[in-house]
């Protein structure tokens, strides 16, 4: 067989849907390879979006998405997804090309050295130098890439190898089951909690990588311990339960953090130190129990005085089973907290003021979404609105990345989440700024016809930068820029253009937009003016008071 051909059966193999991405004269005998394969192959506008769409199919199905491109110009065009992947611990295999390796037929031309390239942020990093080794090769970057903390992989085959004659045949997958935490740290993590005073409970990212939820739920509800979340663990518990006290958005000085200068025990489900951190450890200060499928990476603001390692789920339903809560606990501190915050989120949640706001923004989607309907989010301002105020009823329900925390990768997480779940709604927020960075994907979203609603939050700014430049007291300088038409641009690619003229029109338009079919764009214009004063000002004050 041509190793190209095994290539394509070994992915097949693996599982895989889709190839995302933009072949190059380097691919061209696995692009022929790929004819008649059961593997979907979807030609996005730039690498970049195919691997934020391959990172976010990881994310969302717990299998490596793969993307596809070139050599040299192509391959570094994934290094920010693969950045993205993995610090996001999102599985993710790329596949690239290369010149031939055994004879050079055009010098240098277009050649870097990708495999070394790609190893500071991937998991493994390979070439491909026999057609031989691609079932091995395969199988075990797949392993990898899901292995706990997931992550990305890469693959590079070369042209003269992907033509060559192999031999070699494919093996089974054969997976593994999540090894369970030992008893005695069970037991340990049992006797701290029973010794708290005021434990808190933290739910992060790895909480939604796998089903969690019924066992935190159950956790919960028997031990009446109040819990918060990091942007990257939202949902995972329906935000709706009275003991949910909140998303921790703001790095400091939020009522959250507040409440956790109360707490004596921090119990962490699932968040590691990439994500951003929701509190910061002092020596001599508050316990942490570290629960997670892996030890947790020591730092000067994280050493948890015990870990429990395992299956995330196994772990908190054998600490359920074990736990007597008998002594009476005060948590009225924390329900202060939380009668405190579900107040002021809902400030502005009826304030139609246009340009609108963007906690008005929330309120509507808010509203107007299901319970199982994904919102996605780029990077700007917007995302601490949304983290803080959008109340999350289901796992991975609002995608954003607080990990590389990258511009870009907004539209095309909306496009891989809408492909994954067709029967839900998917809404896409944006700033002005990130929106641009990848907006050409809007041709690949109306080519393959997906019912998409895009927002475009239009400040003519990077005004998350303003807001910082402002919190640190220095001029307003250097963040301002002029916008195309948004509504002639999206009409431009064959989608619908609009462009709201109050809160209520909004409203209308979203409403029509979501019960219709194709890619809506929806050029909205965005009030700012209260991030200073409120995030900066007000929530310091009024939390340190409470
Ligand atoms: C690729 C990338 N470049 C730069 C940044 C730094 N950055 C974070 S938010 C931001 C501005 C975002 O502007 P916009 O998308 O318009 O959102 P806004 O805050 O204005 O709503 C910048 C420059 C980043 N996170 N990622
Ligand atoms: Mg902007």
């Not at 979907?40 to 970049?48: D, F, K, N």
């Not at 192999?166 to 089951?177: M, P, Q, R």
């Not at 909140?246 to 968040?271: E, M, P, Q, V, W």
Request: aromatic share 8%; net charge negative.
């Amino acid at each position: 067989m041509k190793s190209s051909d095994l290539m394509v059966k070994a992915l097949e193999n693996e599982g895989v849907e889709y190839i995302f991405g933009i072949p190059g004269e380097e691919n061209l005998d696995f692009l022929n390879s790929l004819i008649g394969s059961s593997i979907r192959l979807v030609l996005t506008r730039h690498e970049q979006a195919a691997g934020f769409m391959a990172a976010t199919y990881g994310r969302l199905t717990g299998q490596p998405g793969v993307c596809l491109s070139t050599l040299g110009p192509g391959a570094t065009n994934f290094v920010t997804a693969a950045a993205y992947a993995q610090l996001g611990a999102m599985p993710m295999v790329m596949l690239t090309g290369q010149k031939p390796i055994k004879t050079s037929k055009q010098g240098r031309f277009q050649i870097i050295d990708v495999v070394d390239l790609m190893k500071p942020i991937t998991k493994y990093s390979e070439q491909v130098v026999d057609g031989g080794n691609i079932p091995s090769m395969v199988r075990d970057a797949f392993r990898i890439a899901v292995e706990e903390r997931p992550g990305a992989v890469y693959i590079e085959l070369p042209e003269d190898i992907a033509e060559e004659q192999t031999e070699a045949s494919l093996f089974d997958v054969v997976g593994c089951f999540r090894p369970d935490a030992a008893s005695e740290s069970i037991d340990q993590a049992v006797a701290m909690i029973e010794a708290a005073e005021r434990p808190l409970l933290l739910i992060g990212a790895g909480a939604n990588r796998k089903a969690t939820g019924a066992a935190l739920r159950e956790f919960i509800d028997k031990t009446g311990i109040y819990f918060f979340n990091t942007q990257m663990g939202k949902g995972v518990v329906d935000e709706r339960h009275d003991r949910f006290l909140g998303t921790a958005a703001l790095s400091d000085h939020d009522f959250l953090h507040y409440a956790l200068k109360r707490a004596d025990l921090i119990i962490n489900i699932g968040h590691d130190v990439i994500e951003k951190p929701p509190f910061f450890m002092e020596k001599g200060g508050k316990k942490v129990i570290h629960i997670n499928f892996f030890a947790a990476h020591i730092d000067d603001v994280y050493f948890p005085q015990l870990n429990v390692v395992g299956d995330i789920s196994t772990s908190v339903q054998n600490i359920s089973n074990k736990i007597s809560m008998s002594a009476e606990r005060d948590f009225s501190y924390y329900a202060r907290v939380k009668q405190e915050v579900d107040n002021r989120l809902s400030t502005y949640f009826e304030d139609d003021r246009f340009p609108l706001l963007p906690q008005r923004l929330v309120s509507i989607l808010r509203q107007q979404l299901t319970d199982e309907d994904i919102v996605t989010l780029d990077n700007g301002v917007y995302k601490i609105w949304f983290a803080r105020n959008y109340k999350c009823y289901q796992p991975n329900t609002l995608l954003l990345d607080n990990a590389l925390a990258t511009m870009g990768a907004g539209l095309a997480s909306a496009m891989a989440a809408k492909m994954l779940h067709p029967e839900r709604k998917v809404v896409s927020v944006n700033g002005d700024g990130g929106f641009m960075m990848n907006s050409q994907e809007l041709e690949t979203a109306v080519r393959l016809n997906l019912d998409l609603v895009i927002i475009v939050l239009n400040d003519s700014a990077y005004g998350m930068i303003k807001w910082k430049q402002q919190g640190m007291g220095f001029e307003d300088f250097g963040l301002d820029y002029n916008n195309p038409d948004f509504v002639k641009y999206a009409e431009s690619f064959g989608a619908e253009g609009h462009r709201p003229a109050s809160a209520a029109d909004f409203q209308t338009i979203l409403d029509e937009s979501l019960n219709s079919s194709g890619v809506h764009l929806i050029d909205l214009p965005v009030d700012y003016s209260l991030n200073h004063s409120i995030l900066n000002v007000l929530i310091t004050e009024s939390a340190s008071a409470l």
